[in-house]
């Protein structure tokens, strides 16, 4: 496709469960972010790859959260355990730069995840 | 560590009317800035950024932002808004030397009054 794919775009899971969320960023775009976005907060960095170098995982705000990105393409966020604090809007973004800083990022729509 | 704030969560106008949505930010280090605009139900994408050169940017949909160095802010302009700009609007820095690490402010939610 054109653009950032993220799926599934909607998830309600049960507290506890684990969940796998999926990001297919623009072709050839090296750089890949995750963000979350809770309501009325502004968007939380989680992690960053940048082709095979190790990733920033700076952001991940517990061990619960972790990450991975196959063949330097498709990433995958997952969550186990999850708890309420969770629920969020999970956005993955792509850039075709390599590591300098000042591009443009391009966003997908989002996973909503609501934990109940 | 660097810091965006934007200080209004809210802003409503009526249409036609100028706006200003103001960010401010905070860092050691020297910064690249952004605005990103996120409209309903989609993803956020590019309204314009500031490298270097004119502090005056244009971007898309006839916005435009200005640095100002010294205030360290990158407010965002419109002289005439449509309903068609009703949307949440980020302001995001990025430092020179760190390309993970771009910060957002909280967003800016702009309603449009007919």
């Known amino acids: 496709g054109a653009g950032v794919s993220q799926s599934p775009s909607n998830k309600v899971t049960e507290k506890g469960k684990d969940v796998e969320l999926r990001c297919d960023p623009i072709s050839g775009h090296t750089a890949l972010y995750w963000y979350r976005q809770s309501l009325g907060q502004g968007l939380e960095f989680l992690i960053y790859?940048?082709?095979?170098?190790?990733?920033?995982k700076s952001g991940l705000p517990s061990d619960r959260f972790s990450a991975e990105r196959t063949g330097g393409s498709v990433s995958t966020l997952t969550i186990q355990r999850t708890q309420q604090e969770d629920s969020a809007v999970y956005l993955c973004a792509s850039s075709p730069h390599r590591g300098a800083s000042g591009n443009t990022i391009y966003f997908g729509e989002g996973s909503w995840l609501t934990v109940v | 560590a660097q810091s965006v704030t934007q200080l209004d969560s809210q802003v409503p106008v009526f249409e036609e009317a100028p706006v200003e949505l103001r960010c401010n930010y905070s860092s050691s280090v020297s910064v690249y800035l952004f605005w990103y605009v996120q409209y309903p139900n989609q993803g956020l994408q590019l309204l314009l950024k500031?490298?270097?050169?004119?502090?005056l940017v244009k971007g898309i949909n006839g916005f435009e932002a200005e640095f100002n160095k010294s205030q360290t802010s990158f407010h965002l302009r419109k002289p005439s808004v449509h309903i068609s700009d009703t949307a949440e609007y980020f302001c995001a820095v990025n430092p020179y030397s760190s390309a993970s690490k771009i910060i957002f402010g909280s967003g800016t939610r702009l309603s449009i009054r007919p």
């Open positions: 500031y490298l270097s050169g004119s502090t």
């Open positions: 790859f940048q082709g095979n170098s190790a990733p920033d």
